[in-house]
């Protein structure tokens, strides 16, 4: 298949672990941010490939994994209610909230739906004038355009019954949230391409800078990742920390300008909690003044309530690569895909449902 | 008020209700199996969990299977539903190495469904029966209200003798053996999943839904030692896999870049998100054989159409049992776990 073959070739990708087998000389930790790249890491058994001096950790860019338990149980709570249409991307639906998922709110009636674009949702909330339809805005800086022109189009149509519910995150914040922690342990990073496609890589150079760690902007695709790989570990071994681009067929500098403006114009920054992690300064979008109409939480006074995660669930850890999925003790016992205790083990970019789906005969042969 | 009691020692599946995914031929319809339905009516044909069961009447091995049809929609490109009703159960009773024989077929129509509709799906049944070699000699009838069933479902049994002398099954399966898939992969799920969506792609991809008796019957005919088959239904190849390694307690070890899938199936897959191993097929098995007979095994496959695909995909080792591996397109390993719940599209 073109343009992905080339990225999945085998010769391309032995000869690029071969030079990072010549260049490294001493251990070094990697963190890749995406979730979508920690899956393609199990998926393809990219680690079997590394020099055993290479540890890759895995970040928090799983947006399924990150959004707080309390905005999962409002998305619940307005599936629940009658007459309400509750649109979503299908990752969200297995998430547990504090007592129960989207999956469980549709089996027990609530008109829950897969989109695969919030303009569907849109759609959906003009097909049905007579009900409030909700979508859940959820992700990183990629979804953020996508979500923004559909609220922009509902304010332009005067769609009345449309609304999205927000649990938007951005990642500069939060590799600083990781690399400001005490136990920090990663030298590097494998910057997420799919973001940086639309926000470019500028704000990435001043975290490089200030805390002296190469940040390589990568894609997802097996080659790219090794690629990644490749570039941070020549950085380390020569005492450099710069921002580079591997993922240049996607990824400029300055990043989609239009999808930038669209995102502006309709949200704005605000502190976020992270789903695991606490509170972020900074971290997260909200729906700016001129478009807090559509906001679901203001339109149906959903109130926050106090929610306690499991105890026994360590995702916070996982998602700031401080343990493997696998040091967990709950982890393939108390914690399934089909029982989890926490999100990332059930969204199809979470860290520990990698390690469950692809990677159990790894750790168990140890 | 309680008819039997169920005595299981594990506890009931997470939630107190049916959700999609009890349905999707994974791990909660498994579980479903092993705490409802298996405790409920336990007997040695139903516990060897094969795609039919094989019972002896009056002295004949037998093979005996039913099914239901919910597909939606009811017509999708290469097929509809009353094709799968009767492929569905052809292939269930071809897979216990039975010549499939005789149908019976349940209708359970919807208040306001169009004539027009019944008449199509009943001339595609008609017409795949004849192309099995089998007769549909018994049905029934029921019409819902309006709201109480999706316009039509289908539910089909079949019967059919057994013309292999050995067991074939999970049981029968050896370390060594080589594992054939009979065709490329996950061409039915993208062709409904295509016509739901609304999604369009350049080149129509259309259901594979075929008749698999013939292909089983010529392996038998070249004297193939068949350990045991399957066919590659809901939860595609990987769960079928999984559920043979784990009846027979031995590895799987396949690889990527053996497994057949066309190129337009794969493209879909990867816009939408979706790994072709899981993905849904209606005329695809997967065949057990001594790692001698491969070879013969894939050329009398590959000589008749409807397994023009065949090809050697892995094997079965005595190394991690129970467990499915696959050797990456890059040379690096993964399990290949049992589907979990429905699969989702992702987010980004």
Redesign the interface.
Known sequence: ?KF?DEY???KA??RVAGEIRKTVTRSWTIMEVCG?QTHTI????????LPPQVTLVHGPGC??CVTPLELIDKAVAIASRPGAILCS??????VPGSARSL??A???GGDVR?V?SPLDAVKVARQNPAREVVFFA???E??APGNAMAVWQAAREGLENFSILVAHVLVPPAIEAILSAPACRVQGFLAPG?VCAVVGFEQYEPIARRYHVPIVVTGFE??DLLEGVRMTVAQLESGRAEVENQYSRAVTREGNRAAQKVVAEVFEVADRRWRGIGEIPGSGLRLREAYRRFDAEERFALAARGVVESPECISGLVLQGLKKPYECPAFGSKC????PLGAPM?S??GACAAY??????RHERV | MNEFSLTCPVPL???D?????HGGGG??TN?LIDRVFLPAFSNPALEARHDGAVVTVGGARLAFTTDGYVVRPLIFPGGNIGDLAVNGTVNDLAMCGARPQYLSAAFILEEGLEMETLRTVVASMRKAAEAAGVELVTGDTKVVDRGSADRMFIVTAGVGAIECGRAIGPQAVEPGDAVIVSGDLGAHGIAVLSVR?GLEFEAEIESDTAPLWAPVEALFAADVEVHCLRDLTRGGLASALNEIASARGVGIAIEELAIPVR?AV??AC?LL?LDPLYVANEGRFVAFVPARDAGRAVDVLRAMLVTSGAAVAGRVTEA?PG?V?L???????????ML??EQ?????
């Open positions: 298949m992905l999945r070739d085998r990708v032995d979508g199990l998926k393809s058994g990219l680690e079997d490939l947006p399924v991307f299908g990752d969200m639906l297995r999956f469980d549709k089996a027990e897969v695969y959820v992700g990183f990629t979804t799919h097996p080659l399934t895909p089909e029982r059930v199809s970019e469950y789906l692809y990677g159990r005969h | 599946p997470a939630g209700r049916i959700q999609l995914a791990k909660l579980q969506e190129p794969r493209a990867e998100g991690e467990t591996v050797e990456s397109r890059i040379g690096g390993r993964r399990v290949v776990d979990s719940g989702l599209p992702r987010i980004c």
